[in-house]
């Protein structure tokens, strides 16, 4: 620190030393105005304690007027030079902003080494900046007694950006920042499906049209010193019920999702974050429920990625990126948990998953982009067993008590493997994303059946997705994933003196074909081939309304439980 701050220094110095050395000019001028008119008076014969002039009168106005105007020319360059540096100070970076599920931009990176060539005004601001910065903290570590005073004043500001886009609050030393926050989701849905899908043996069970409130979380995050940042969330309404203590089913504990402590710019992996996350496996349950096109996310979640556990897991990651934010990779060692509240009992139910991502083509600043992707999990069953199951494209009341779509026996087994590739494109205000995971059991077999070998299932999604107000789907280099959509003009609508004004917001349509088939070699749950079709409009960055519409087909069943389920949902969905 000490050699960064010599370096620091020395640039500094270079500036400081221009107006001192005007202002020590302008001093000794008017310390060298009086003792030459004294000089010339004594040649007279005057007094040099008196200073008085050749008639023994007082000295002239005229040099009164100029030793005062020079006083005020010193006094006027100080109050420039202090404005300057308040200036200076008031420009410090704003608060670190964290990306989908915690994901941060490093803290306090500089663009190029220190020492190097480039002395452009803004390096040479930033590295003064720093230096005072770093001079006032020495500074307050040897006047307290008690080392430095960490920032008891937290003073708030509102942010734009991927997920804070709202109300932050940072200490006067910016060693403290940080975000309350949360998301609310409204959801109100219709349903039809024939008796055969509903009631024939294997079916889905009841469909009932019906309300609720699909996600309610509380979300407080933000950054500590230099290297440090964290996320505590918890969801209200996808809740746990303790064992005994209520009847099942009922809503008793509020369940964690984002739970995590991340260490940013380590040497060799770039971020370390340990605590309940997202695996990092495929592009759409990484990204946010906050800013997805359609209500639900597809099959493959719930069927592939995300079992059981809504998307969160307690484990270790490493991620970074490479070639300008063109290339990214993360892996981690998590915990194989079957609930969502991030605890797990069991022997060899652990998952060590990995992700990478490319970017071939990335121009107008992502307007135009193609992202490819491929994603592996290899992971242990939780006491030999694994259970599949899926829900449909909109959903009402307790989540256990979602009808299901598709739902697999147990199926006991030695071990799991999953790849699942990623091909996402950006034109303008076209969107396309499509992924397709393969799934391998290994010594497959049903409780009282002989083992059939390695099983096998599949399926995949694509989505196509229009904005018809203009705007373009914004993308984060450094992790791989969307932004939040943000409207060229907020909706309003509100009555002037002259007429009615308003504008729409921006508006979105979104088709995705669905395809899973868990069908093989007798161990066999069905097959869904499923067209949904979506309308979102955006009155801001943090609230918006969507409407979908989904046809889902069924066979293959078990049972004979084959037909086709419509369903018609809307959602009001509200983040801050």
């Known amino acids: 620190m000490h050699g960064c701050a010599r370096q620091l220094s020395s640039c500094a110095k270079l500036r400081f030393t221009r107006t001192w050395w005007v202002v020590a000019t302008m001093l000794a001028i008017g310390l060298w105005v009086t003792p030459v008119r004294v000089r010339a008076d004594e040649t007279d014969g005057s007094s040099p304690a008196l200073a008085t002039n050749s008639n023994g009168d007082a000295p002239e106005a005229t040099d009164h007027e100029s030793v005062m105007e020079l006083r005020a020319r010193v006094e006027q360059m100080e109050r420039q ?11 410090r970076s704003a608060p670190t902003r964290l990306r989908h599920g915690g994901y941060i931009r490093p803290v306090g990176d500089l663009e190029g080494p220190l020492g190097s060539e480039d002395n452009s005004d803004e390096r040479f601001d930033r590295m003064e900046e720093d230096y005072e910065a770093e ?24 942010g734009t950006g991927f997920v804070n886009n709202g ?10 920042r940080l975000h309350v926050g949360g998301r609310t989701q409204w959801d109100t849905s219709f349903f039809h499906a024939n008796d055969q899908v509903q009631f024939n043996p294997g079916g889905t069970g009841p469909i009932k049209d019906g309300t609720d409130f699909r996600r309610a979380r509380i979300r407080i995050e933000g950054a500590m010193y230099e290297q440090s940042q964290f996320c505590v969330e918890y969801d209200f309404v996808d809740s746990t019920t303790i064992s005994g203590a209520t009847p099942p089913g009922t809503p008793d504990i509020p369940s964690p999702r984002d739970v995590w402590w991340n260490f940013s710019q380590v040497p060799l992996f770039g971020n370390v974050r340990l605590g309940n996350q997202k695996e990092p496996y495929g592009f759409e349950v990484l990204l946010s429920s906050r800013w997805l096109n359609l209500m639900e996310r597809s099959y493959n979640t719930e069927i592939f990625y995300s079992p059981y556990s809504a998307g969160f897991s307690p484990g270790i990651q490493f991620w970074t990126s490479y070639l300008d934010n063109r290339v990214t990779w993360s892996w981690g060692v998590f915990r194989n948990v079957v609930n969502n509240m991030a605890f797990e009992i069991g022997a060899g139910a652990f998952a060590v998953t990995g992700r990478l991502t490319g970017l071939p083509i990335y121009k107008d600043d992502g307007k135009r982009l ?6 592996g999990r290899s992971t242990g069953l939780n006491n030999g067993i694994v259970h599949y199951r899926t829900r449909g494209d909109e959903r009402v009341g307790n989540s256990a008590n979602w009808p299901l779509y598709l739902n697999t026996a147990n199926i006991n087994g030695s071990g799991r493997q999953d790849v699942n590739f990623e091909l996402v494109s950006v034109w303008k205000s076209f969107t396309l994303q499509a992924e397709y995971n393969f799934d391998f059991v290994q010594n497959a077999f049903l409780a009282g059946q002989a083992p059939v070998g390695i099983l096998f299932f599949q399926g995949g999604y694509a989505e ?8 373009t789907r914004e993308y984060v280099k450094e992790v791989g994933l969307f932004d939040r959509v943000v409207p060229k003009e907020n909706a309003y609508l509100y009555q002037s003196k002259s007429k009615t004004r308003y504008s729409l917001g921006a508006w979105q349509a979104t088709a995705r074909y669905n395809y899973l088939n868990m069908n093989d070699k007798g161990i066999n749950a069905g097959i869904l081939n499923d067209w949904t079709f979506g309308l979102s409009w955006f009155f801001n960055p943090n609230f918006k309304l969507q409407w979908n519409y989904s046809i889902t087909q069924r066979g293959s069943a078990p049972g004979g439980s084959n037909g086709t389920i419509q369903g018609l949902g809307m959602r009001v969905a509200h983040d801050f």
């Open 464 to 471: 196509l997705s229009y904005f018809l107000t203009g705007e």
């Open 370 to 375: 193609i992202h490819l992707g491929v994603s």
């Open 135 to 158: 001079r006032r903290s020495m500074q307050t570590q040897d006047e307290s007694p008690e080392g430095p005073s960490r920032g008891a004043l937290l003073v708030g500001r509102w």
């Open 167 to 176: 109300l932050w609050f940072e200490s006067e030393k910016k060693d403290f």
């Open 81 to 91: 030079n202090q404005y300057l540096m308040d200036a200076l100070r008031s420009t």
